[in-house]
């Protein structure tokens, strides 16, 4: 008979917004243990899966702080209340919560004050997409019916408008709000405790076939106000050589965006070990990488590491809405063991109404290294040689025609194209000579397509790379120093001779710095 062997959440802290899916084991009737649902159009042996959510809400009325979700809150800001910022956010739990939080804190009050002055930023905007106006209480259990209301785009199911039960021991009054596997917890849901339960039902009989197996998740807490950037104004020194008067009188301007998303396979708690697990999850972080993309109004965005499922399930649809047109490409698999779907690759998008599609170029560098071992690595050294240079990484190269600029004036009937690179040069800070070699090859590849169109170039990427590296120099001035120490590591030959490690790209370099930390 099929039936529940374990139920785990992914995150013990629900968001408000984000999509809960818990992880069911199930055991089928043939003794298999397996994580597919068992739909009731697919039933086997006679039963199917059915689920329920539930919201406890409590007599006792109890506000949570808004910095750390499990403490109860104890002082209100009222600069919050003036103001009309939600109140769940105004809540902290000690007067060195709120001290300790000020920095952050003092900018919700910046940009509401900004908004008034404004007339018609909405709220939605300032705070977040989801938890606006929700007044972070845990309300009483015989409120208002209007509680059970859902979030404008929320799909729980359909659920019955009385509560579900009670325990008058406790105060606790039960509304079920959910029917469905997969959860995304509203506004109203702010400071209450889920359940969520599952059993094996009979498809004849319609009735649970044995106790259902339940899970209580923390309280829902509204999602984070993200901490803004601080951004770096680029002064014209940096632009170097380039005269960029001329450049942007015969093109036109448009703007770019580069991000690392980090890639969901790659945000664990190993990793990120002082990083709350809610905070790690999917559906937290993609509404807030959409949310912060989207706000730039880049005209171009290239984005690295987006496994493949999200782009084609998520950030394709998504950035379809905005008017962006989507091409991707997905790493090559001779290193990577983990699922197919969940490989990561580069995307770039750019929008419909600035510029049109010509061209896509695909880098393997997988390939560029089997042509290197065969052309230069004795047969002896080749598998050790192919060890160390294959890495997984691509690059995506578009070829995009500006709807734009000044067609027409100086050279009539011209097209105006620009070529639009995007990598992720991932490789172990050790492999300095792997790191090298990849830029180089890139670079190489450019300058053939630059030199056949006379097409201005854009490159894109996260290097891995900070300032004074060889990377960073090839990229910045189109050659490498001969006496860097990192040409030392070269134990394969293939950065000799140095003099090689040249391009005639006329790029100039913009990095990122974070925590006094710069990179490219």
């Known amino acids: 008979m099929l039936s529940v062997v374990r139920v785990h959440l992914p995150s013990e802290i629900p968001i408000v917004g984000c999509e809960i899916t818990p992880y069911v084991l199930l055991r089928l009737p043939n003794g298999a243990i397996s994580t597919e649902d068992v739909p009731e159009t697919a039933a086997v042996d006679g039963h199917f899966m059915r689920y329920r959510w539930y919201r406890i809400q ?28 939600p109140a769940a956010k105004s809540y902290h739990c000690s007067a060195k919560c709120f001290s300790d939080a000020w920095q952050h804190h003092k900018v919700l009050h910046e940009r509401a004050s900004s908004a008034l002055n404004e007339n018609g930023v909405e709220e939605e905007e300032l705070f977040g997409r989801f ?40 105060g606790e009054t039960w509304f079920e709000v959910g029917r ?33 197996t339940s899970i209580m998740t923390s309280r829902v807490i509204p999602a984070p106000t993200p901490t803004p950037r601080r951004l770096i104004q680029v002064n014209g020194d940096v632009l170097g050589h380039l005269d960029m008067d001329s450049q942007s009188s015969s093109f036109g301007t ?18 990120y070990s002082y990083c709350p697990t809610w905070a790690l999850s999917w559906t937290y ?32 649809p998504e950035f379809d809405k905005h008017g962006y047109q989507a091409l991707y490409k997905k790493r090559t698999t001779e290193v990577y063991a983990g699922v197919p779907h ?18 896509k170029y695909e880098v393997e560098f997988n390939k560029a290294a089997q042509s290197l071992t065969d052309a230069i ?5 080749k598998r050790v040689a192919l060890n160390r240079l294959i890495k997984d990484n691509i690059a995506l190269i578009a070829v995009l025609e500006a709807k734009f600029g000044n067609q027409g004036t100086e050279n009539p009937g011209k097209r105006q194209l620009l070529c639009v690179a995007n990598t992720h040069v991932n490789v172990h800070q050790d492999l300095k000579d792997v790191k090298l070699w ?58 000799r001779p140095v003099s090689k490690l040249t391009h005639q790209l006329p790029l100039c370099i913009f990095f990122i710095c974070k925590d006094g930390r710069c990179r490219l």
């Open 254 to 271: 448009f703007t770019v965006l580069s991000y690392n998303i980090l890639a969901d396979a790659y945000a664990t708690s190993d990793a």
């Open 285 to 316: 972080r993609r509404q807030n990488l959409m949310r912060e993309i989207i706000g730039y109004h880049a005209d171009i965005i290239c984005l690295q590491e987006v496994q493949l499922n999200h782009f084609e399930d998520f950030f394709a």
């Open 131 to 170: 938890g606006s106006g929700s007044s972070g209480i845990l309300s009483s259990g015989s409120g208002s019916m209007s509680n059970l209301g859902q979030s404008p785009g929320v799909n729980n199911g359909p659920v019955p408008l009385y509560p579900s039960g009670s325990d008058k021991s406790s």
């Open 438 to 495: 990849e830029v180089q090859t890139l670079l190489k590849g450019l300058e053939k397509i630059a030199n056949s169109a006379d097409i201005p170039m854009l490159v894109c990427g996260d290097f891995n790379s900070i300032p004074g590296s060889t990377p960073h120099g090839l990229l910045a001035i189109g050659k490498v120093d001969q006496l860097h120490p990192d040409l030392a590591i070269d134990p394969l030959g293939i950065l």
């Open 377 to 381: 690595i004795p047969p002896a050294q």
């Open 58 to 85: 409590s007599d006792r009325k109890v506000a949570i702080c808004s910095v750390h979700p499990m403490e109860q809150a104890t002082i209100q800001c009222l600069g919050c209340l003036k103001s009309k910022i």
């Open 180 to 212: 469905s596997q997969t959860y995304t917890p509203t506004a109203d849901d702010i400071g209450h405790v889920l359940r969520f339960e599952c059993a094996a039902v009979d498809t004849e009989k319609k009735v649970p076939a044995g106790p259902p």
């Open 342 to 359: 969940a490989i990561d690759g580069c995307a770039t998008f750019f929008r419909r109404d600035r510029f049109s599609h010509v061209k």
